[in-house]
Structure formats: C-alpha cells, structure tokens
C-alpha cells in the first residue's frame, strides 16, 4: 500500500533562504509526483508535475527533483518570499489501472518571516 | 475565465437535514473529483467521476451521494447518514485520467448547527 510521508509538519524560514521540502512514497511504481500549494481557506494550486521518467521540473523560484530509487521527492525553493508563506502538499499518481486515486501527503506548513 | 467554482462558501446543516454542495467547471475537463479535508488528515476521496452519467466511490463514501447529468457539474450531497460531516469540501477536475494536474475550487466549509 503506497504511504506518502512529509517531514517536516511546519518549518519556520527568515526571507531570502533557500529551502527544500521533502516528500517520501513507499512504493516506488509510480505514474507521476505532484507538488500543490494551499493556502488557508482556500483550494489548492498545482505547482508542478514530475512524470516518472523525468527527474526534475522547474518554474520559476521552484524547482522539483524526483528520485523513483529512493521513493524521494523535493521541492526546492530559492530565494524565499513572505507570498510564500503556505502549506505544500505533494500527492502521488498511480501507474494505470484500477487505482484511481492521487495519494496524498499532509503537507508541510512554511512560513516565511519578512 | 476557465476554472473551477464552488458555492456556497459556507454551509450549515441541522441535523437529520440533507444539504448539497455545488461544484461547476467550464475548463472542459472530463473527470471530476470530490476530497473532504480535515484537520490533521490528508485529503481523502470521496468520489470521482470520469465521464457524464459515470461516478465511482472513493475512500469515503458513505453518507454521501453524487450525481454527473452534466460535463460541468457534480453536486456532492451530504446526507443525514453522515453522522461527523464538519469538514472543508475541495472539488476537483483533471483533462483525463487521475493522473493528470488536478485542478481545484475554493472549498466549502461545512459547519453543523
């Protein structure tokens, strides 16, 4: 059964840093990884989509790297802002078949400090 | 403005009352989805639908009901069989398979009275 595991919960930045967000998967047959941000009360935003034959993605500030071996995901992001501030979800996507369901992370909370 | 709207933002229910969450998309997007999000938990699945006039259950599904007549719309209803139904409510839609960038709406936030 596929456990998707975020450390850490909550992390505490000053702006400027750079940082990364970890994600971890249990089983390394996977479709695809992606990183979602929310923001409080509100949806969730799709940042990006690693297929997993790639091993990176970037936009802009973030950059996310996937390594299927180690069942590890990150999202890197540089130069942080307080508009940064936000949880970060990273869900996992299911090879085809009848598993029809993202496995979900849940998520780690970042707030960046002007 | 292609995207996802959900209504209402807030919602009270009495109990033993039914109530039915809205969800309507016009980004041409063939499967939907329902997740409930609570505190501490991930977003667990309530329902998806891949195609009109098809829907399947997800991890949750018990108290509550769903229907697709149309491409754009799948009302989630709450029913009174939902016996812990505080929660925020994310639809969700993807182009095709579950596998593709889901795409979200703004949540509703169901409150008991």
């Known amino acids: 059964k596929q456990e998707v595991t975020q450390i850490p919960a909550a992390l505490s930045v000053p702006e400027g840093e750079n940082l990364v967000l970890n994600c971890s998967f249990t089983?390394?047959?996977?479709?695809?990884l992606q990183w979602f941000r929310q923001d409080p009360g509100k949806g969730l935003t799709s940042l990006l989509l690693i297929q997993s034959s790639q091993r990176e993605q970037t936009s802009g500030r973030l950059n996310a790297s996937l390594d299927k071996s180690s069942g590890r995901s990150t999202l890197y992001i540089a130069a942080s802002q307080p508009g940064d501030s936000a949880t970060y979800l990273c869900a996992v996507g299911p090879r085809a078949g009848n598993n029809r369901k993202l496995i979900w992370g849940l998520g780690t909370s970042l707030a960046v400090n002007p | 403005d292609g995207g996802i709207t959900q209504s209402p933002k807030y919602l009270f229910r009495k109990e033993g009352q039914n109530v039915t969450l809205s969800c309507e998309q016009n980004?041409?997007?063939?499967?939907m989805y329902w997740y409930r999000q609570d505190p501490g938990q991930g977003l667990r699945l309530i329902y998806y639908?891949?195609?009109?006039?098809?829907?399947q259950k997800g991890d949750i599904a018990e108290g509550y009901s769903v229907s697709r007549e149309k491409k754009e719309s799948f009302p989630l209803t709450v029913t009174s069989a939902q016996k812990n139904p505080t929660a925020f409510y994310l639809c969700a839609s993807s182009i095709g398979p579950v596998q593709e960038t889901q795409y979200f709406g703004p949540g509703t936030r169901l409150l008991v009275l």
């Open positions: 089983d390394s047959a996977i479709y695809n």
């Open positions: 639908s891949q195609i009109v006039n098809d829907f």
């Open positions: 980004l041409n997007h063939d499967a």
